[in-house]
């Protein structure tokens, strides 16, 4: 069974930083687009950015500069590098992924179950 599992959330004062992991487990033959996303009670779910298998990235505008996604395929994992953090970066941090749990290389798409940051003096 194919899953996916964030860590690293937790609370942090403004200007700090925090690490988020995504790793995927099961029998994967293919991940393509790996994506962060972003919600707070009440709100939709809104996309913090993205990276593709070759590691190309794309954020958000509210987070470029700031954030850094970054990819190690051989263990199937994700990162979100979050720097200088604001009060309005706090909410539920959730991973989604494009992955082919068969041979026939159909892909699906996965959520994690999220991690929570909040960001507070």
């Known amino acids: 069974q194919v899953q996916l599992a964030e860590s690293g959330g937790g609370s942090v004062q403004p200007g700090g930083s925090l690490r988020l992991s995504c790793t995927a487990s099961g029998t994967i033959f293919g991940i393509n687009l790996m994506r962060w996303y972003r919600q707070v009670p009440g709100k939709q779910r809104d996309l913090v950015g993205y990276?593709?298998?070759?590691?190309?990235?794309d954020y958000v505008d509210s987070v470029k500069g700031r954030f850094t996604i970054s990819r190690d395929n051989a263990k199937n994992t994700a990162y979100l590098q979050m720097n200088n953090l604001k009060p309005e970066d706090t909410a539920v941090y959730y991973c989604n992924a494009d992955m082919a749990p068969y041979s026939d290389l159909r892909f699906w798409d996965y959520w994690g179950q999220g991690t929570q940051v909040t960001v507070s003096s």
């Open positions: 990276i593709d298998s070759d590691g190309s990235t």
